[in-house]
């Protein structure tokens, strides 16, 4: 709409907004948080359709006049670190819940066609995992040790190998998203299709079973964190292809910062992952139940961190969530401009 249009509509609005700040130190916490989480969604239509405009100079400094109020009081945390954990990452997946559904169904889809296709042609698992690697564990099978694999490698340089690679994954999966998701979507579809090549290249000689207890100590956290890392690069590509009402640079910031903070949050994770490969995985003679116990535990550990929690402490609309968001999208504010 033309800018006088939106100034009328609008106007009055503002002049409430401004009274209520003189009379700040007597309303409610809940009333000026409202205030100014509608400031910000004015402030960003004004900054895209009408950024030189002397009504986007008075939106951003009445918004900053409430940031600064909100925020004034706000002591530095001095558990930052645990707060990330405890806090950001939750918050920031379950602000971007549909791209981790959106990376799960990618690569459960592509399972699905690694499985049918290795099904309708053996050969089909020597393209994807290469004839070294298939060429190896038929030796191993031979030998009665399908999952021998493991066992050669010292501990620790598995270790570091692995941790190393499980690293650049996520990254790479984060980055491919600077290709408006394209990118991510087809890393997320590679992986996928060689776990189901890889896994039923072990079913076609009734080896599920057996491979289910082994692999999948470590797989299930390395797994799980891949698709979530997938998630990290469709909130960047997507941050890309629908901006909303942001200007897409703005937005491609925002979705970098929030993918990027999805991608630390597996860190930990992987390396986990990389130590019971290095070091558990290898026992292929462990008992079922410790294997089952190990890999139930990683499986609810995903689903409680990454999707439980993040449900439950932020998906019931509290006030505080959406005010971070809102500060995050259009901050920092030029506070230099003059009221009009």
């Not at 057996?210 to 799980?224: D, K, N, P």
């Not at 703005?250 to 929030?258: D, N, R």
């Amino acid at each position: 709409m033309r800018e006088v249009v939106f100034l009328r509509q609008n106007a009055d609005k503002w002049k409430k907004y401004e009274q209520l700040f003189e009379q700040k130190d007597h309303s409610s916490a809940d009333e000026l948080a409202e205030v100014y989480l509608a400031l910000t969604d004015d402030l960003a239509y004004s900054k895209t359709y009408y950024p030189n405009s002397k009504t986007t100079d008075f939106l951003n400094v009445l918004t900053g006049k409430y940031h600064q109020f909100i925020y004034k009081n706000k002591r530095e945390d001095r558990n930052r670190l645990l707060r990330f954990w405890v806090d950001e990452v939750p918050e920031v997946m379950y602000r971007n819940r549909y791209n981790l559904l959106l990376a799960f169904v990618v690569f459960m889809l592509a399972v699905g066609i690694g499985v049918v296709s290795v099904l309708q042609d053996e050969r089909f698992v020597r393209l994807i995992l290469g004839d070294d690697y298939v060429n190896m564990t038929l030796d191993n099978i031979a030998r009665g040790d399908p999952m021998g694999v493991y066992k050669f490698a010292n501990e620790w340089d598995m270790f570091f190998r692995i941790a190393y690679n499980n690293v650049m994954v996520a990254l790479r999966a984060f980055a491919f998203g600077l290709l408006i998701s394209f990118g991510t979507g087809m890393f997320m579809f590679y992986n996928g299709v060689m776990l189901g090549s890889f896994l039923t290249f072990f079913a076609l000689r009734n080896l599920l079973w057996e491979s289910t207890l082994v692999i999948w100590i470590h797989g299930t956290l390395e797994i799980s964190v891949i698709v979530v890392a997938g998630s990290a690069g469709f909130v960047l590509g997507n941050s890309i292809l629908f901006p909303g009402t942001l200007p897409r640079g703005t937005s491609l910031v925002k979705g970098a910062k929030e993918g990027m903070k999805i991608v630390i949050g597996t860190v930990p994770i992987f390396i986990v992952a990389a130590f019971l490969e290095g070091f558990v995985t290898r026992h292929t003679e462990m008992p079922a139940f410790l294997s089952l116990f190990i890999i139930g535990s990683s499986a609810t550990f995903i689903l409680w961190y990454f999707v439980w929690y993040p449900y439950h402490r932020f998906g019931k609309g509290h006030l505080i969530e959406r005010i971070k968001h809102s500060a995050t999208q259009f901050l920092p504010l030029h506070h230099s401009k003059t009221n009009t």
